[in-house]
């Protein structure tokens, strides 16, 4: 049995304007890649140091300790003394030319200290201001050469954050920085769902007085009304087509699933009880959906066809289970898990039908995996706030982002970016 | 309207100044468009082509179900007239008069409308079936312990039957409309069962 130490680190990292959240991480990955990433020639001369965001990047993830370099800088290949390296696995090292039209070019190498070899090396050009999304992208490449899976610090995270009855509905990169606000209102705002080419964000926005669905365009902005029907009209769902969506409405008695098309044409219900009905969420192949009942007495996980017919119960442990989402390979489903009086974030098999519980319990709710599979976001609560947190897929590693104002609600991991 | 302006318009400074450039493809080297404009919605949102039921149409076969109901509750209503001569629009604030009282209270996940709320419940239908004009909103409310979808749900499900409970006592189903704001807007935060007992309750609101 391997001993679990703890990494503590606390990245209150100053940047002005967009120092959206304290970021704090506990516990580490079974085994941490030693890499140590030296600072970028050049790099002074931009507002945000490209090395520092791809470091905490990497180091978020529990997966990577950093090797100081102690005092040692090459920028180039040929600069490289490997036995000096003896203490890292990798090498990170890069220079930065500023263009005469104010972009920047970044050179960038990841070495392999052990073969003494090239792992990676790459020529990127942007505008001076996006130094963070260019130091994401690095960090991406780093982390998909050395676990084998991709990087999810380029995708965008969506979540509500609410002071008072304010309620903004806020998209931003998945570290909290580029906070972009979408949507704000002296009303509630629920349920933001990403279209799968991260696109649009569907959600429940109460501006009319009650409950509606609405689906926003990301790029020009525009919005159609999905469902306006009388009483609550929710949960959206994109299917992974992005051509419909699973909503829930409530005009014919109690809260029921529907499709809809995107253009908000060719509603169809597709759930038929007396009872509560809701929370959908699509398998990654389209066949099924999962959703939240409460026809056995109590609110557990279902799963039904997307065309229709019977649904099979998935929990039985715990209290309650709210709120599923299927990892992206399918193999499971992460829910909220509300046993004791107690909210935990919980994972289920679907062969095995074995859940396992991934975090300490409290007021964790709405869960979502990244687009890797291997972290889910989620909300939680601490000192009476409500901040974002994630927790690896194994239960490892957590990191807990709190925000400089207002409580965090109903976090969505977006997808991949498409490009 | 004019909150939601005002809030369009702080959404718009906000976003102005959030940074939300499209990121560049990591591999290219030539520039890319202009970034697109964050400004959020500024116009009435569109209406997607279904989302506009023939609510009268509903209403009315709902109405024509609950006849037979009505019939029934038209009784009990003019009884309760009665004991109350002039049935008053804007009720009285005395604690006496069943009508003061503009909430009702569930237990922990049900929705069923409780024994000791009855009288509540029976006052307003009268008083709803004695003035046809009147109109109400019963705004179903729950407490924390679900997701927020699931309290939604609860909540209109407790709204939608204190409207049924309305009607059988005089009320027409016409001048209800059942809403759910679930956890949403509680009226006390703590996490204890003072706060959570609060937080389950449907509110009658005359418009």
């Known amino acids: 049995m391997l ?20 970021i704090e991480v506990t516990g580490a990955g079974e085994h941490q890649v030693p890499i140590a990433i030296i600072p970028f020639d050049g790099e ?3 507002n945000q140091h490209i090395s520092e965001v791809v470091a905490s990047d990497l180091i978020r993830t529990g997966l990577f300790k950093l090797v100081d370099p102690e005092g040692k800088a090459p920028h180039e290949a040929k600069e490289v003394k490997y036995a000096e390296w003896a203490k890292a696995e990798a090498l990170a090292i890069g220079k930065l030319f500023r263009s005469a039209d104010g972009r920047i070019e970044i050179q960038f190498r990841l070495l392999d200290t052990v073969k003494k070899t090239e792992l990676i090396g790459q020529a990127v050009s942007a505008k001076s201001e996006q130094g963070r999304a260019i130091a994401h992208r690095i960090a991406d490449a780093i982390y998909e050469k050395m676990t084998g899976s991709v990087g999810v610090f380029s995708t965008r995270i969506a979540y509500v954050n609410r002071q008072g009855r304010y309620n903004r509905l806020v998209i931003a990169d998945s570290d ?21 080419d991260g696109n649009a964000l569907a959600y429940v926005s109460f501006e009319q007085g009650r409950a509606f669905v609405y689906a926003q365009s990301l790029l020009t902005q525009q919005r159609v009304l999905l469902a306006a029907f009388p009483g609550s009209n929710s949960a959206p769902a994109w299917s992974p087509d992005g051509q419909q969506l699973a ?6 008695g109690s809260s029921q699933i529907y499709l809809v098309r995107k253009d908000g044409s060719d509603l169809r219900r597709i759930s038929f009880s007396d009872t509560i009905d809701t929370e959908p969420t699509f398998s990654p192949d389209g066949r099924y959906l999962l959703f939240t009942s409460d026809r056995g007495g109590s609110a557990q996980i279902y799963r039904m066809p997307v065309n229709g017919g019977s649904a099979e119960r998935l929990t039985f442990e715990g209290s309650n289970n709210f709120s599923p989402r299927f ?6 489903f992460v829910f909220a898990h509300f046993n004791g009086g107690i909210f935990y974030i919980a994972v289920q098999d679907f062969e095995t039908k074995q859940i396992q519980i991934l975090t300490p319990g409290g007021w964790e709710k709405k869960p979502s995996f990244a687009p890797n599979g291997k972290l889910v976001l989620f909300a939680t609560e601490v000192h009476g706030r409500g901040i974002l947190a994630t927790v690896s897929s194994d239960g490892r590693v957590k990191q807990k982002m709190t925000p400089q104002q207002g409580d965090i609600r109903e976090p969505t991991w977006g997808p991949f970016n498409r490009q | 309207m004019k909150k939601i302006a005002i809030s369009v318009i702080l959404a718009s400074l906000l976003s102005a100044c959030a940074s939300n450039k499209p990121v560049e493809p990591f591999t290219k080297t030539e520039p890319v468009a202009a970034a697109p404009a964050a400004a959020p919605v500024t116009e009435a949102p569109v209406v997607g082509s279904a ?22 509750a038209k009784e009990a209503a003019e009884v309760a007239a009665k004991t109350d001569a002039v049935a008053p629009i804007v009720p009285p604030a005395d604690p006496a008069n069943a009508l003061s009282q503009r909430s009702v209270h569930f237990p922990f996940d049900v929705d069923a409308i409780q024994d000791n709320d009855k009288p509540t419940i029976q006052a307003h239908g009268a008083n709803l079936g004695n003035h046809p004009e009147l109109k109400m909103r019963t705004e179903g409310n729950a407490d924390e312990r679900g ?11 407790r709204a939608s039957n204190t409207r049924k409970a309305l009607v059988l006592s005089g009320a027409k189903m016409e001048q209800i409309e059942a809403i759910s704001y679930g956890e949403e ?18 509110d009658i609101i005359y418009k």
């Open chain 1, 3 to 22: 001993r679990l130490y703890s990494l503590f680190v606390l990245l209150c990292l100053a940047f002005p304007a967009r120092a959206v959240l304290d």
């Open chain 1, 44 to 46: 002074d001369a931009l």
């Open chain 1, 176 to 196: 909290g920085y580029g906070e972009q606000t979408l949507l704000a209102l002296n009303q509630p705002i629920m349920s933001p769902a990403w279209s799968p």
């Open chain 1, 247 to 252: 909503i829930v409405l409530t005009h014919e």
């Open chain 1, 327 to 332: 990892s992206p390979d399918g193999k499971s």
């Open chain 2, 51 to 72: 989302a506009a039921p023939d609510v009268n149409a509903q209403a009315l076969a709902k109405a024509e179900a609950d006849a037979a109901a009505q019939a029934a």
């Open chain 2, 147 to 157: 997701s927020s979808e699931y309290n939604l749900a609860l909540g209109q499900r």
């Open chain 2, 185 to 202: 807007r509680p009226m006390a935060t703590g996490h204890d069962e003072t706060s959570w007992a609060q937080n389950r309750r449907v």
